[in-house]
């Protein structure tokens, strides 16, 4: 099984600054990846898929890259809403298997 | 719009089954497949399987291979998910979720079905 790894585990930063994101691969999920935002009590919301797609309605603050076993998701410049628990998940064996990774918290400094 | 409207809140007993629904709108139901997600309190998101709702193939997590059953009923645009011999880390939130035309990404989401197993 794939696993998904992600850093940091937490990320303390301010409105206004950038945010970037890591998500490791244990094996190459082509560009098979996609970034989801998850806040207190609410579903997962789609951000970016294959890598580096943004899912509509997403604001252009938000970009994906990286191919093979090393993502980046980055937030170019924080909104008060974008404070939040981001996953990354992979489809490379789809539909046989799907995994996401533990997490990454972004918090208000 | 594009919802899935999912069933209450379950408590039920190590070694019961619980049943949890997940109904569709707003789209041709038979176009997609439905996954469904679970969330453990204060955990991360682990994928248990996916349906097509097309012809009802599925396929599952392998640690779950066994205990749970999924299922549609197309005349009501509903996907259903079984899972039997509850025990205490199967407490969860369970979400369907819409998979992006085949693709294995989940663009829609249902609000999510609290179920606590306790004795």
């Known amino acids: 099984e794939i696993v998904l790894t992600q850093s940091p585990a937490t990320l303390s930063l301010s409105p206004g600054e950038r945010a970037t994101l890591s998500c490791r691969a244990s094996?190459?999920?082509?560009?098979?990846l996609a970034w989801y935002q998850q806040k207190p009590g609410q579903a997962p919301r789609l951000l970016i898929y294959?890598?580096?797609n943004r899912a509509t309605g997403i604001p252009a603050r938000f970009s994906g890259s990286g191919s093979g076993t090393d993502f980046t998701l980055t937030i170019s410049s924080l909104e008060p809403e974008d404070f939040a628990v981001y996953y990354c998940?992979?489809?490379?064996?789809?539909?046989?298997?799907?995994?996401f990774g533990p997490g990454t918290k972004v918090d208000i400094k | 719009q594009v919802q899935l409207v999912q069933s209450g809140a379950e408590v039920k007993k190590p070694g019961a089954s619980v049943k949890v629904s997940c109904k569709a709108s707003?789209?041709?139901?038979?176009?997609?497949?439905i996954s469904w997600v679970r969330q453990a309190p204060g955990q991360g998101l682990e994928w248990m399987g996916w349906?097509?709702?097309?012809?009802?193939?599925?396929n599952y997590a392998q640690k779950l291979q066994g205990r749970v059953t999924m299922t549609t009923d197309t005349s009501t645009s509903t996907a259903y998910m079984e899972l039997r011999s509850l025990r205490s880390d199967d407490t969860a939130v369970y979400y369907c979720?819409?998979?992006?035309?085949?693709?294995?990404?989940?663009?829609?989401w249902g609000q999510g079905t609290l179920v606590t197993v306790s004795s």
């Open positions: 979720a819409r998979d992006v035309s085949g693709s294995g990404y989940f663009d829609y």
């Open positions: 707003g789209y041709t139901f038979t176009s997609y497949g």
């Open positions: 349906i097509s709702a097309y012809n009802g193939n599925t």
């Open positions: 094996q190459s999920v082509s560009s098979y």
């Open positions: 294959d890598a580096s």
């Open positions: 998940q992979q489809r490379s064996n789809w539909p046989r298997t799907v995994t």
